[in-house]
């Protein structure tokens, strides 16, 4: 229903978005990765471009249609998607991270396909941390963009969620309840409770389309009342 109109009145906002998993990889053949299928951020993506807004999506691999009008830049592991989001983050006047990004990735990437060795019925991966994008976003001290995070809990989700929100120095933060079955990760629908520092909202469970289109009027409320 509330496709049946919509105004282009974003049309002078530049969003930046990352969706999707990042891939961190092993050695040439092998990577570690997450269920995030990018549903959430490409549908934000939609409502935002459907708005009129210049939107730039910053994706993980994923299996998904580019969205009409909107500027897509393909990355894979996180120190990628970090770079690619640095380099847009300061042209952009909001910044959405949807992306599900690794937390560690292997501390090296083997350049031959590691072999199994007789004997050894285990074997041992060393991990690093990768950077934080939306935090390194939001630490942003020229040009800073209006900076929304979000944070998949499953228990304590306010407590976490506002954790989030104040350490990474955020403007907003849709919290995601993934230990209700079928909500979030690679499903079709979900359900959010928004929170910035001086309140929170609750968007009740939708289709992650409907979402997108909801979660956008948000986040540009908000916006506008921080501009004054
Ligand atoms: N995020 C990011 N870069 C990372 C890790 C997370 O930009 N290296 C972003 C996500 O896109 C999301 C927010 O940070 O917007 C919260 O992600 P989440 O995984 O819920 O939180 P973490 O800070 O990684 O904490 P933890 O996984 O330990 O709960
Ligand atoms: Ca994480």
């Given at each position: 229903a509330e496709d049946f109109f919509q105004p282009a009145?974003?049309?002078?906002i530049k969003i930046a978005i990352t969706a999707g998993p990042t891939r961190e990889s092993i050695d040439p053949v092998r990577y570690l990765t997450n269920h995030s299928s990018g549903k959430m951020g490409y549908a934000i993506a939609e409502a935002a471009a459907k708005r009129g807004a210049h939107v730039t999506l910053i994706s993980g691999p994923v299996n998904l249609a580019t969205p009409a009008n909107v500027e897509r830049v393909d990355t894979d592991s996180a120190e990628q998607m970090h770079q690619a989001a640095m380099d847009a983050a300061t042209n952009h006047d909001i910044f959405i991270s949807c992306a599900a990004v690794a937390d560690f990735r292997p501390a090296e990437i083997a350049t031959q396909k590691m072999k199994k060795k007789s004997g050894e019925d285990e074997m041992v991966l060393r991990l690093v941390k990768n950077p934080d994008i939306v935090a390194s976003v939001a630490g942003?001290?020229?040009?800073?963009?209006f900076t929304v995070g979000f944070a998949a809990e499953t228990q304590d989700v306010e407590q976490y969620a506002r954790g989030k929100l104040s350490r990474k120095n955020l403007d907003l933060i849709c919290a995601n309840?993934?230990?209700?079955?079928?909500?979030?990760?690679?499903?079709?629908s979900n359900a959010l409770h928004l929170y910035w520092p001086e309140g929170d909202k609750a968007l009740p469970l939708a289709s992650k389309h409907e979402l997108g289109q909801q979660l956008i009027s948000e986040i540009i409320d908000q916006f506008k009342a921080k501009q004054h």
């Open positions: 009145d974003l049309s002078n942003l001290t020229e040009q800073r963009p309840d993934v230990s209700q079955q079928g909500l979030g990760f690679n499903s079709d």
